[in-house]
């Protein structure tokens, strides 16, 4: 079997990952938000989202509310792809007897 | 809904989060992800069978009470029962506005479309209900059959909007709260006013606060 892809398999790109694949297909959400929800800090999201960004994983769309910057966040369709190929190869490490996603 | 970031049992950044960890931890990574993010989504739905139910339960409850003709042993002026039941489906109205906003807030896309046609929908179809109401009253519909039509069509206006609830996501909570309620609207009416009342307080005022218990266990199991 093949490497597991090194741009996910990381603690803290995983868990980034895997919350914007959660979210529905055709949505973004903000940076804040994100942050909020996974706990991290500003600093230790933005160098993650960076290294996803650079795979094409995550596709970055930065607009303006009102005065103030915001940055929207999705998984791109190779980033999605990616990551099912990812967990797919994890349950096949672990058996193949992984609950379906 | 209060946002509580640190509520779940993730690994957060106490570990040397470049690394990867082994197969099974990833995996439960994954699956703590997806589901904190439906927790997102879900956590507020309580909220708003709560909200309605205590407003059904309560206001139909004292309308049922104001009248003269109930059998209810104790009896409360209508100038008393009206405002408060007008107060609780105006709470309502505003607490689920507020409580919807907020959950979506920073999220935007598709499902921000669906949600925002959905919180249009409640008010677009309670004041289109409201007006028929009104015109059949200047036509000459009687008080008594006022009192038929109301309840009932706002039941119906509730349990449509749980059916689309039902189909957008896939919740079978609302699908069985949308029978009972249309149900208890096309129903309650035979029982004639006042008693079409206590019907739509107990029955879908009950059914409400029902599934309210039912969604918190089922996020709580989540």
Redesign the interface.
Known sequence: MDE?DPVI????R??IT??L??????????F???Q??????AG?LST?LRKLEDAEYVAVTKTHQGRSPVT?L?LSRRGRRAFEAY?DQ??A??GGT??S? | MQSEPGSSSHPRDDHDDDQPLDAAAMLAIVDDERRSMEKLTTSTVPVYYYVWGVAWLVGYLLLWMSWTESASPVHIPGVIAVPIFAALIVAGAVISAVVGIRSNRGIRGNSQFVGTVYGFSWTILGVAAAALGVAMINAGMPPEVAALYFPSVYAFVLAALYLAGAMLWGSIDQLVIALIVAFTGSVAPFFGAPDNYLAMSLIAGGALLVGGVVATVHNRRA
Request: glycine content about 8%; proline content about 2%.
């Open positions: 597991l398999h990381a603690a803290a995983l868990r895997a919350a694949a959660a979210i529905d297909d055709g949505d973004q959400i903000a804040p938000r994100l909020e929800m996974l706990g991290m800090t230790n993650h929207y999705e967990t994890l349950r490490l672990l992984g609950e996603s």
